[in-house]
């Protein structure tokens, strides 16, 4: 008996000690070399929370022979992107990973290849895109929703089905963590959802039939969307068609009341209030749905009207996991609310000198935020042009235009074709990363500020101009407070 109790006792010690020696492991390493790499200086590896900006988890230097080393510390699945100089590849790492990458920076995802643990998942990854982009070579995004409603679905279902074959060849037989498993299936079925989901109003937008429709039968795919899925979220194809799920919502609600076209704010407040009583999503998959609600109402509006929304959202059961995104976002955009300073910056002007926005203190300053590459921004400028023409012979009001374009010469080009385009011309020269961008909370464009003369903020997410009297009641009111004051 004694014997017994004693080989129990070695036995139970034997697995202590096992467990504590083999920890679960907290860390992914991705090492690798780069060819033909020219100027391209380091390697980063970016992380997209659920809500909130992607963020660079970690960052190396590229060594003179293209070498580079990765640590990420992780105890979950993720799913990133690795970036080498413009080009970027998703990958999906777990911890315990040891990968190495081989790749040509002037053939990018022809010739990116893994080995090492965690090599299986990224070389399918590497392999599904290079297959997609080469199915859609001849096919742009238009063109797809050009094609006529029979020969669309046998395109793209032609894609999904080829796709899915892909996955199940690549895998079968093999071990494959539950975790890409779960995510991957996902990303295919939710992908191939929302191309779908698009193709009426794509269709009828690219192929100028307004008044295009189908038939009810075909939105049966929805059935194949489990909207109560809480795992589902990580994904972000599952995320993307969520957030169609709401803007269907929203586009319902406008379209019942044409009022709310000038008046956004009202309108995504009233779709949020919507989702918060929607009984089709279940509670975990509502809770990301209201929380990016918000985060986009603040990207958008800023924080008037959403004090309540947020207070409201803190009180329920799961917001904790979305508060800290909320709260920042919160905070970043209450220092360009109404009546703080706004904050300046200085740039290259169309006649190459260097211009601050705080030269321009005193006066009325409308800026505008566009590039050359943005349709919406282009459209706009009609009506831009009409409004600046309206205080042409106004010395207290500025119209500034800041383009966001990387490429100089095309700006310069683009002016240049364009002589009315008139006004205080300026460019970062360094695309979505700038001074500008950052401190004005800019996420899309064009994008238009208001300041008073004292060089405070009236509105960092002023109308556009084409709201006509809404943007020139606004200046006006301005410059009668200024002729008071004077």
């Not at 976002?329 to 300073?341: D, F, L, V």
């Not at 205080?391 to 500034?400: E, I, L, R, T």
């Amino acid at each position: 008996m004694k014997q017994t109790i004693w080989l129990i006792a070695i036995a139970l010690c034997s697995w202590a000690a096992c467990n504590e020696a083999v920890e679960a492991p907290t860390t992914a390493t991705i090492t690798g070399t780069v060819t033909n790499a020219g100027e391209i200086e380091s390697v980063q590896l970016l992380w997209s929370p659920v809500i909130g900006e992607r963020k660079t988890v970690a960052e190396a230097d590229l060594g003179e022979d293209g070498s580079f080393a990765l640590n990420v510390e992780t105890t979950e699945p993720m799913n990133v992107s690795l970036r080498i100089g413009k080009e970027s590849t998703a990958m999906f790492i777990h911890p315990g990973d040891v990968l190495t990458v081989s790749v040509d920076a002037e053939e990018f995802d022809e010739t990116i290849t893994y080995s090492g643990v965690g090599a299986d998942v990224n070389n399918y990854l590497a392999a599904k895109y290079l297959k997609e982009e080469q199915y859609k070579e001849s096919l742009e995004e238009s063109k797809i929703y050009k094609l006529e409603l029979e020969d669309f679905l046998a395109t793209h279902n032609g894609l999904h089905d080829m796709l899915q074959s892909h996955f199940n060849e690549t895998f079968e037989g093999k071990e494959v963590s539950e975790a890409f498993r779960k995510f991957e299936e996902t990303e295919l079925l939710a992908d191939w959802a929302l191309t779908l989901e698009n193709y009426p109003d794509y269709h009828g937008y690219y192929g100028g039939k307004p008044d295009f429709e189908v038939e009810d039968s075909y939105y049966d795919f929805r059935k194949k969307i489990d909207l109560t899925d809480a795992g589902a979220v990580v994904s972000p194809a599952y995320r993307s068609y969520l957030r169609g799920y709401s803007g269907r919502k929203l586009n319902a609600l406008v379209e019942a009341d044409s009022t709310l076209r000038d008046d956004w704010p009202t309108a995504y407040r009233a779709v949020y209030k919507s989702i918060a009583k929607d009984d089709q999503l279940g509670e975990d998959v509502k809770q990301y749905v209201m929380a990016s609600q918000l985060q986009d109402y603040m990207t958008f509006f800023g924080t008037e009207g959403v004090e309540e929304l947020i207070e409201g959202f803190r009180q329920q059961d799961g917001a904790e996991d979305y508060m800290a995104t909320l709260d920042n976002t919160y905070a970043q955009w209450s220092k360009i609310a109404e009546g703080q300073p706004a904050p300046d910056f200085t740039y290259t002007s169309i006649d190459g000198e260097q211009v601050s926005f705080s030269d321009f203190k005193g006066k009325i300053v409308y800026l505008d935020v566009w590039a050359t590459w943005c349709g919406p921004c282009k459209a706009e400028m009609p009506h831009a042009k009409k409004l600046k023409e309206k205080y042409a012979d106004n010395p207290s009001v500025v119209f500034m235009y800041v383009s966001v374009d990387e490429d100089k010469e095309k700006w310069e080009k683009f002016l240049a074709d364009d002589p009315e385009f008139t006004g205080v011309h300026l460019i970062t020269g360094t695309g979505w990363e700038s001074d500008l961008t950052d401190a004005y909370m800019i996420k899309g464009i064009p994008r238009y500020i208001l300041v008073d003369q004292q060089g405070k903020i009236v509105s960092a997410s002023a109308p556009r101009p084409s709201s006509g009297e809404k943007i020139e009641g606004m200046i006006n009111e301005l410059l009668e407070a200024g002729e008071i004051s004077g």
